[in-house]
């Protein structure tokens, strides 16, 4: 078992190899489930359908929308932008 403050100490440290200073200095960074929080929602705004990402998060696409939507960037647009183009065809 590994005790709170060592985890904390040990997380800290984990991020600065494998990330920029400012993604370090981010929210994203502050806790392991931020990061896992961060994946979902690039794989949300690469376009992955909801019902993939709630599969391999583990979650109902209910609970994948309502905590993860709101990290959408330009999701308005890219939505618009595929209307457009259905409309187009």
Known sequence: MIGSTA???????????????????????RRPYDLR?????LWLNAGV?????AECAGHSVDVLLRVC??????HKDVAHKRIDD???T
């Open 49 to 53: 359908s909801a019902l993939d990402v």
């Open 37 to 41: 929080h961060a994946a979902v929602s």
């Open 7 to 29: 985890y904390i100490e040990v997380w800290q440290e984990a991020p600065k190899p494998a990330l920029t200073p400012a993604q370090t200095a981010s929210p994203l960074a």
């Open 69 to 74: 939507a709101k990290c959408l960037d330009g």
């Open 86 to 88: 259905a409309l187009a």
